[in-house]
């Protein structure tokens, strides 16, 4: 089972640019597709980006598409997310979340491992 911490958060003007980490445990990381979701007060979590087990296929949400990019570092057992011009509606709390593709990815989350969520707040 992999454990994963984020960690990146925090307050940024609209505009303005924030990346995040979540570090994982365990030597199965390359195994999986990691995911970044987020959750915004009173609403459901949501898919923002995902990456396949090796980094080479990428995929975003709609409303973050040329804003955001995720990567993937197998040797470092890290994955990342670059959040660029960032609006208010992007204020959340952000998920890492690993899985295998159809289980956790963007259409799917009930076979996705959690982490604990970063807060990412953009002001106006």
């Known amino acids: 089972q992999v454990q994963l911490v984020e960690s990146g958060g925090g307050l940024v003007q609209a505009g303005g640019s924030l990346g995040l980490s979540c570090a994982a445990s365990g030597r199965t990381f390359s195994s999986y597709t990691m995911n970044w979701f987020r959750q915004a007060p009173g609403q459901e979590r949501e898919f923002v980006a995902g990456t396949s087990w090796n980094g080479g296929s990428t995929y975003y949400a709609e409303s973050v598409k040329g804003r955001f990019t995720v990567s993937r570092d197998n040797a470092k057992n890290i994955l990342y997310l670059y959040m660029n011009t960032l609006k208010p509606e992007d204020t959340a709390v952000y998920y890492c979340?690993?899985?295998?593709?159809?289980?956790?990815?963007?259409?799917?989350?009930?076979?996705?491992?959690w982490g604990q969520g970063t807060q990412v707040t953009v002001s106006s």
């Open positions: 979340a690993a899985g295998l593709a159809a289980q956790c990815d963007k259409n799917y989350a009930w076979g996705c491992t």
